[in-house]
């Protein structure tokens, strides 16, 4: 049996073996069977698309792993859109977007949080109080008790990081 074929039939009773309580502990999380069906394949697919299928005693707790991260990025990504829905709420509507361009802006507010999520707190933070905020970077260094120097290079990482975060598929 080839290396291919025998991850395949790993993950086929991986599958098998563990569908039906993940579906469950799903549905009881999200409360709708639906959503639980979707989050239940997206966990298989990530376990696909890593290569790494976990041997039998780890396989719940690794499943239920993926399925947590997924249900995070899912009110993450909920959260931003009714942040983006009540935003153009305010506009008029003859400058209201398509529906591709909004999931467009909406896939790239969720790269830019996830961007942020990642930052380390006192760039995090730079970076919200220039653009945000409106300050300066001298006064970003006064309140957060360090050089302009230091605001410079933070504001250089995120904007890097924001940079990569807009240009990525």
Same mark, same amino acid.
């Given at each position: 049996?080839?290396?291919?074929?025998?991850?395949? @039939?790993?993950?086929?009773? !991986?599958? /098998?073996?563990?569908? =039906?309580?993940?579906?469950?502990?799903? *549905? &009881?999380?999200?409360?709708?069977?639906?959503?639980?069906?979707?989050?239940?394949?997206?966990?298989?697919?990530?376990?696909?698309?890593?290569?790494?299928?976990?041997?039998?005693? @780890?396989?719940?707790?690794? !499943?239920? /792993?993926?399925?947590? =991260?997924?249900?995070?990025?899912?009110? *993450? &990504?909920?959260?931003?859109?009714?942040?983006?829905?009540?935003?153009?709420?305010?506009?008029?509507?003859?400058?209201?977007?398509?529906?591709?361009?909004?999931?467009?802006?909406?896939?790239?507010?969720?790269?830019?949080?996830?961007?942020?999520?990642?930052?380390?707190?006192?760039?995090?933070?730079?970076?919200?109080?220039?653009?945000?905020?409106?300050?300066?970077?001298?006064?970003?260094?006064?309140?957060?008790?360090?050089?302009?120097?230091?605001?410079?290079?933070?504001?250089?990482?995120?904007?890097?990081?924001?940079?990569?975060?807009?240009?990525?598929?």
């Amino acid at each position: 049996m080839s290396g291919a074929d025998f991850a395949q @039939q790993q993950l086929h009773s !991986l599958y /098998q073996d563990h569908h =039906g309580w993940l579906y469950g502990w799903l *549905r &009881r999380r999200l409360g709708c069977s639906h959503r639980a069906a979707d989050l239940a394949q997206d966990t298989y697919l990530r376990v696909l698309t890593s290569g790494r299928v976990p041997d039998q005693a @780890q396989a719940r707790p690794h !499943l239920m /792993q993926i399925a947590k =991260g997924l249900v995070v990025d899912r009110h *993450r &990504r909920q959260r931003i859109e009714q942040a983006y829905l009540e935003a153009l709420s305010h506009q008029p509507m003859a400058v209201a977007p398509s529906p591709e361009e909004s999931s467009l802006v909406l896939d790239t507010l969720v790269r830019i949080d996830r961007m942020l999520a990642s930052l380390k707190p006192r760039v995090r933070e730079t970076f919200l109080l220039s653009r945000f905020d409106g300050l300066t970077y001298s006064a970003i260094a006064e309140r957060l008790g360090m050089s302009v120097a230091t605001v410079r290079k933070d504001m250089l990482v995120a904007m890097q990081a924001c940079l990569a975060a807009t240009e990525a598929p």
